[in-house]
């Protein structure tokens, strides 16, 4: 019944010679790594111009050179992530190429920070998806968190049908967003040359300060926003199909076209309308009825600028499976992240982030503004890591061209730290320590983690055993458990004369009313295995066991006890009720001694 | 440390032998089996002058011949109880005597009556104490239901800490109780006879209704609350010191004796004293305050009231594990209601008892006046039903005397009988509906616990087996699982080899990973065992090895399989979140299959 209920939703399971059917083409791929890429154009614009703001309304003529250079170090990281994708054919990302070049710690710094990176992404996506939905529709501001839950148990389920099929139904809203932003972009750009465009009046708006430097890093860090989700694709090279390294190396490509476009056209076209920031609209959405007015196409714009904000999360679920079976291989996370599901995905690295991100949210109330901050700093230090290995990585191997390609890397990681630094401080009280305090703990529990393997795997080798292997038997005895005597019981005394020579039946005198009966048909079936009657002055069974087990052990020094531990099995489950749960007890405290073993042994009842 | 915690705040753990110390002097058994009884003469008065007062002032007069009638039945039935206890010197109460004379139905009446009538005396009692704490401390009243349950845990401390001890704690505040209303009633009569006593001036009451035959029917009814918690002697008698059965007469006598003198001083000196019942004032407390006048003693007398309330609810925890031990002895309750705990108390009954009334209090949400409808009618089906077979005992033995006995508890059956069917239909909708659903449903509950020990019985019986019983050996086979070669496989394999000639390896396929790893260290090590690796192409390890079971099972019919499960135990607790719970799996797989069993062979981890 479960299972139907499971095959239902998730589809029939899939053997594992399906996994290399499970690839994506690249124009899924594009619609999956990008969509947390694209999704950034809805707000990236915006976020620059509440910096210049406050130096007044000429200052926002800066945000096109901000965008220029920001689309400039787009550039750098995308030819670097390039280089990154073609070294690292397996599925790079800022943990690969960190470790392959930077060491352990760097490693783990870029590990922590990439699956909080993840984690956020998801938990903002959701968060914004259900913010521009309740600013649509008010009535449902009470039930967001609500709504972002819901949001995420769907995505998380149609991952968990596998990463092809999620792929496909989250292809088409994201090709609707390219094709009508690229739309609102192209009648824009006719509007500008034929002179259509009709600028806002100029708003009188409050001087706070003079244009500072620091204001224009400012603007550039949080502008920068528009580059978070471009390592999606280095990180999910093996979900591609093949040749893998060459087909995602284009979809990046791609992908940085379409966002230069975007985002380009997005910031140039909204200074020539005069659009200025407003807390109650969005920039994006004021651009969109300036260029199309108020009908149709200014609501599908709207429409598709929420559900982009949505399927953002997806990259998140496609990209930290991937990661955490990376860690996981290398020791650092649970052994369990390695294994496919039934649908070949990583089941539990999905629910893991299901998890982790509805924390979040609920911790958060689902706002969006809450969790911001703490997105920025994860984002730009895999950035910086990356690109500081990639560098590295040139110096190191010194291959055709390294000089070029060192330089242009180190510009990225110097640019990329320039805006880690800035959002670290200008954000740091909004909560920014606390994703610092939350990389140490995810740095904190990987070593714990990869230390318990290490000892474990020392403790259980085998290589200093000697060669070939003598399994010499040694002294056994198997005591078997006899509350009274009735058929469940005769299975497990043949079981145990069968399989040991030294056998011993115990009962353990709770009341002296079972004794008797006992003794009586003991002696009336004979079964020639001893029985030993325990008194039990407490009225308890585990303890009385347990010392009688001690007493042997200590009596014979070498030898195994094994308890036979006769059950029976209810057919109803609640008839489990009407029985004690001794031989759970018993199974507990055998668990905690070294030298004793035991057996299960059934009788299932038929009625 | 749990351990250490648990003695401390329960004692150290009793023996068997101790059984007999834990018995009660027939002081401190007064203070426990007469406290809920005792507690009824706080309102009883108050319910009939509730009824009368609909007919007007002057009807209030009726309520001494009610409670000289009433008093009359208490007397009654004292006297068949105290035939109920030499009759049956192991312990009475309604259920037993139900059973020995009317039979098992009538028993199972009984008995589902009497749970939820202790049940309720301990919901009820607690509420109505907290009810007299919040109107003393109004700023309490948001706190009810909390103050109620911590109450309620109290309460269970003190008699999960044994008998005798919370006996010794209960009696003191009980024979407090006794001395300062004996003290009031005393000072009450003294002011009557020597003409002092001041009526307080006749209100005009609205008259609803004239005075009818139903209306006394009701004031008999309500006033018989008095009668509740006398039965609690008869159903504890073997909780008292030898001679028991002498020593329950004699306290029940004594508490006859109290109450009478009790219930009839506040019911005459009310009338004396013109006292009306209000809502927010109770009778006894205006009685104590014309008595006393504003002083200590009046507050003494309240603080006291409260006190008894409360106790009274360890009446109820003195009679209920006794009862559910009687039943549980009777296959009608689950067998764990036998069995004595560290403290010789019934812990499961006590335990039970905490549960069902707290879960009452949180229901009716902590309110007195929910829960009393509901009370009434349990308490009268005992009666009646105990009466009854106390008649049909003396028609059936005959014995010196049994007409003039039967007579008796004839009378005693009638008039319970009478207040049972009144109080059904006049607080039929306010809830009596519910407690005789609840009944039922206990009954139902009884026999389908009862069908299954039957049945239980049945199929574990051995009367048809041979004797003397031959354990024939089987063709048996051990497979061993074998996830990688490490230390923890070895000491598997020896016990499989020395347990039985015919043993198997095998070893799940996941990823091929461990596969090959594997079949080298097999041919270094050579353990003389075949390894036989199992594909698995849906990455599941459970449904693989039953797959392969079935198939040997299938091939060798007859054949018993036993899995080795080689497991190994982390140190730290924390450590089991990073190894996969195959061998629970593999557990909870074989549990529901008839003819495989398991060993369970622990590997301990030192680091």
Redo the contacts between chains.
Sequence with gaps: MIKKIKRFVFGK?????EYKHQRLSKKIALAVFSSDSLSSVAYATEEILLVLIAAGAAALAYSLPISLVIIGLLWILITSYRQTIKAYPKGGGAYIVAKDNLGKYASLFAGGALMWAYILTVAVSVAAGVAALTSAFPTLLPYKVILALVALVLITVLNLKGTKESGIIFAIPTYFFIAIFFFMIIVGFIKYFTGQIVPMPMETIPVISGLTLFMLFRAFSSGSAALTGIEAVSDGVPAFKKPESENARKTLLIMAVILTILFFGITFLSLQYNIVPHHDRTVVSVLAQNIFGNNMFFYIVQTFTMLILFLAANTGFADFPRLSFFLAKDKFL???FT????RLVFTNGILFLTAASAALIIVFKGSVHNLIPLYAVGVFTTFTLSQTGMVKRSFRLKDKGWKKKALINSIGAVMTFIALIVSAITKFVDGAWVIIILILVWVFVFLK?ES??K??AN????SK?K???K????K?MMIVLVPS????I?KS???A????KDVKAIHVD??GAQKEKLLF?WK?????IDLIILDS????ITEVVMNYIDEIEKKNPGI?V?LVIPE???KKFW?H????QTSLRL?TA?????R????????????
Tied chains: 1, 2.
Excluded: A, M
């Design positions: 399971r899939l053997p594992s010679w649970p052994n369990q294994q496919l599901g039934e983690i318990h393997y000892k474990l403790q259980l080798s085998v055993l060669k070939p292997l399994l010499k038997s040694e056994h005597f009735h058929k469940g005769i005394l043949r079981f004369k069968s399989f040991c709770l009341s048909k009336q079936f004979k079964p020639d002055p407490y009225r308890v195994d094994t029976f099995v209810p008839h009720l009407l029985h004690n199974k055998i668990h905690f001694r070294k004793t073993s035991y057996i299960s042994i059934q009788y299932h009842l038929t009625e």
